[in-house]
């Protein structure tokens, strides 16, 4: 009888003395877990400074607009940005932010065709004014009146000759380099730019007169 009460004693205080002992091992590890969890904002998981602010603009562009004020001011400033990209394309040669007329490489091929050559159409208007300002001081003077007529003479056989020159040769090229691709409208492209100064030229020329020109573009 001894022998049974003291078991049945100690069986309880063994249950009891059991359950407190897995409860605290559960609050052990559950204190583990929380100190032992990683800050979500600290160490390599921070996004840099460049990368939030990406975000941040990324976040502000998918922004539907609340107003249609807030809806202009975004098109402004879409088309304001488009526009200075599409500038300094022009300066850059860029194709991806040029007009839609210059890129492709037919037309970046007329372009460093043109500025490769001295092309007379680009003198005409210079010409023109010298032409111009001989017609007055020929009034007076024989000669320069006869100068003035020589000179315009040779301006425009020279410049009809040219440009029958440059049409032809660009056709040819055209024909030779791109068989399969479009090309509506490169040969008035490229006579286009011949009558502009050079320095003039827009988008910018990026070869140099005389330059050999590469057989792919």
Known sequence: MGTLKARALSTPYRQTLRGQTVFRRRDTSDETSVEEAPDPISG???PTPKRRDA???RRQRLKPPRNRREASQKMRDRRRTERVRMQEALRSGDERH???RDRGPVRRFCRDFVDA???VAEWLLPLLGL????????????????LQVALWTATIIGT????L?????TRRELLRRFPDENRRGAVAYAVLRSSQLRRLRLPKPQ????????DRY
């Not at 009809?160 to 440009?163: E, G, S």
């Open 131 to 146: 032409i111009l300002v001989l017609s007055f001081a020929g009034a007076t003077s024989p000669f320069l009146a006869w």
């Open 207 to 214: 070869v140099q007169r005389g330059s050999t020109l590469p």
């Open 98 to 100: 040029l007009p839609a």
């Open 165 to 169: 020159l440059l049409i032809w040769r």
């Open 44 to 46: 390599k998981g921070r």
């Open 160 to 163: 009809v000759f040219d440009t």
């Open 55 to 57: 975000e941040a603009e």
């Open 117 to 119: 050559r001295w092309n």
